[in-house]
Each structure stands twice: as structure tokens, then as C-alpha cells.
């Protein structure tokens, strides 16, 4: 469990750090075609984690951290004790359910697989991507 924070929080300060220090500028300088420098972000960090998307959209380390333990611990254990059948299937939802699921062997729901844990993950690093990529495509460094 707590390499899965060491993780995320890799993760997300590699994602952020350009952005925190300045050095975007330089580095968009030196590749100015966004697509190669996110599919090089990508390559590198998705290799290590699927956490990936947060830090180049909110392009903050702090919110990014906040973003991924609010997805991965606080929700979906706040949601699975909440009385209503809605919850519970948000909470399934989660990456944070998919990542504890994968890791302890249970979840909030007794429906939860091995392959619906994954496919949970994936997806939701897929939404991160592209969100990533789409912010990082549309925006230049100083916005």
C-alpha cells in the first residue's frame, strides 16, 4: 500500500515539475511539437504508474497530489459506507477500488474481478491521458 503512494506521488511530481519550476518553456523550446513531448512524457511515466493525466492538467503538484489520494483512498472508502446503492456503485468505479482490489484482493463490492479492477484502471488512465494531452495541446506554457 504505501508503494502505491510512492507511486502516485512519483508520478505526479514528474508530471508537474516543468510546470512548477519554469522549466516548460525551455522544454517546449527544445520539442515544440506538443505530441512528442507528451508521447515522451507518457512512455516514460506510464511505464511506472497510470496516474499520469492529473499533473499536466491541473499542472500543479499539490492539486494533483490532493486529485490522485482523493481518487485512490478518500472516495471510494467514503462512498462504500454511505447507505445507498448508488454509492456503492461509484465507489466500484474509482481507481482507487481497481488499485485496492488488485492489491489486497477485495473491494467495496463483492461483484469486483480481477479484470473489472483492471479495465477501472485503465480506463480511467486513458481519461487522464487524453485529458493531459488535450490540455497540453490547446494551452501553451504560460496560461
Known amino acids: 500500500m504505501f ?21 516548460i518553456v525551455a522544454t517546449l523550446q527544445w520539442t515544440p511539437r506538443r505530441v512528442v513531448l507528451l508521447t515522451a512524457r ?11 493525466g492529473l499533473g499536466l492538467v491541473t499542472r500543479n503538484t499539490a492539486a494533483a497530489l490532493v486529485i490522485a489520494l482523493a481518487l485512490i483512498l478518500i472516495a471510494p472508502l467514503l462512498l462504500a459506507q454511505l ?14 477500488s481497481g488499485a485496492l482490489f488488485l492489491v489486497f484482493g477485495e473491494g467495496p463490492s463483492d461483484d469486483m474481478t480481477t479484470t473489472s479492477a483492471r479495465l477501472t484502471l485503465a480506463a480511467w488512465a486513458v481519461a487522464a491521458l487524453t485529458a493531459g494531452g488535450w490540455r497540453l495541446l490547446q494551452s501553451d506554457a504560460n496560461r
Open 42 to 52: 507518457t512512455g516514460v511515466i506510464l511505464a511506472t504508474t497510470t496516474v499520469l
Open 3 to 23: 508503494a502505491l503512494f510512492g507511486i502516485v506521488a512519483m508520478a505526479v511530481v514528474t508530471s508537474t515539475a516543468d510546470y512548477g519550476t519554469g522549466g
Open 83 to 96: 447507505p445507498y446503492d448508488w454509492t456503492l456503485t461509484a465507489a466500484t468505479h474509482l481507481p482507487g
